[in-house]
């Protein structure tokens, strides 16, 4: 099987499975290359309450779990008795729709007698980017999603670093709370992004939070005073204009600091990866930044960046292939530290 600086997976192919949120997810993989990746989002049904509610997820999840596993069998070519192994997100996530995706897991392993594994989902997001290019060692991840913005010196597959982060909500929350303030859709990233088209990023002054030279972020300011710009502007505010300034906000706090990251560090190359690096703001600021200062810019196909069952397949593969497994008393875990971090 192919080897990418210290990483080696599996020959045979790996089933994930990924509950930790709002996406029900399944997927094959062989090594780094998808044979399926199956996502059922609930984006709809959390929309009526503005936000994930997590019992809902929870019980969304045993509903669409089995049909999702049905359909990434179907789709790979694969049966059940020809994975190498389950890798199965259980930390760090809503421990009520981890635990969905685990129980699923461990019947699989017993009933098949194969190994499985625990994945830590911000590990699967920041390896991502391997199944989308050869990314050179060490380099600096900029995470983003609704739960999290990190900042990680990424030295090798499974040392890692956290060099900054939030100190209060995510990027992605920043987006869904600002677009909420301004009466736009759920989930709110893509909301925004698309309602900043033709909107003048300059028109209104937002607040980017710390300042001075830190790895760190605060996003909370922001939002607030996206909520008082529409208070206080009401009828007369300029919704489009609005938006493209909160964007652009957030996209050049975010793009400054993962350059002063690589900066700090000695990082060849700067990899985007979770929900918010669809946004198309800041994958063009930080791919010229990257540029100007010769560092490779790699960020995985919007199906790899959200949420999706492949990242937790692609990791299992290569920590199964090292020998790594977990026994049925695997638990989930609400926060968990990267590993060999
Ligand atoms: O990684 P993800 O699918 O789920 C979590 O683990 O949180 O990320 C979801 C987040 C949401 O906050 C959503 O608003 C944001 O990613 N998002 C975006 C865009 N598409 C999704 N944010 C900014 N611009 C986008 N185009
Ligand atoms: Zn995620």
């Not at 609930?42 to 089995?66: C, F, N, S």
């Not at 677009?179 to 088209?197: D, K, T, V």
């Not at 994958?283 to 010229?288: D, T």
């Amino acid at each position: 099987m192919a080897v990418w600086a210290n990483v080696k997976y599996l020959h045979d192919p790996v089933l994930g499975i990924e509950t930790s949120c709002d996406e029900t997810s399944v997927a094959v993989v062989r090594g780094r290359n998808v044979l399926a990746n199956v996502v059922s989002s609930q984006a709809e049904l959390h929309r009526q309450w503005g936000g994930v509610v997590p019992e809902a997820a929870a019980r969304k999840h045993t509903e669409a779990l089995i049909p999702a596993l049905g359909t990434a069998l179907k789709i790979s070519g694969c049966a059940l008795p020809d994975m190498a192994g389950i890798g199965v997100a259980n930390r760090p996530g809503l421990v009520g729709a981890l635990s969905v995706g685990v129980s699923a897991a461990k019947a699989l392993s017993l009933a098949l007698a194969k190994p499985m594994v625990g994945i830590h989902h911000l590990e699967a997001h920041i390896l991502s980017s391997l199944m989308a290019a050869d990314v050179e060692f060490p380099h600096v991840c900029l995470l983003v999603s609704g739960g999290h913005t990190e900042l990680v010196f990424v030295k090798s597959a499974g040392e890692y670093k956290k060099l900054g982060g939030t100190i209060d909500d995510a990027a992605g929350e920043a987006f869904d709370k600002s677009a909420r303030a301004l009466g736009l859709g759920y989930p709110g990233g893509p909301a925004i992004q698309s309602a900043a088209e033709g909107g003048d990023d300059k028109k209104y002054k937002l607040p980017a939070g710390l300042r001075g030279p830190t790895l760190d972020f605060s996003f909370s300011g922001l939002k607030t005073a996206v909520l008082y710009l529409a208070r206080d502007e009401g009828e007369s505010l300029d919704v489009p204009s609005a938006a493209a300034s909160m964007e652009e906000t957030v996209a050049s706090v975010l793009a400054e600091r993962t350059l002063r990251a690589c900066e700090e560090t000695s990082a060849k190359a700067i990899t985007l990866v979770g929900g918010v690096a669809a946004n198309k703001r800041l994958r063009a600021k930080l791919k010229l930044l990257a540029s100007e200062r010769s560092h490779d810019f790699v960020t995985p196909p919007f199906d790899l960046c959200t949420d999706n069952a492949a990242m937790i397949a692609h990791v299992a593969s290569w920590r199964l292939a090292k020998g790594e497994t977990d026994d049925l008393r695997m638990d989930t875990l609400a926060s968990a530290a990267l590993p060999g971090g």
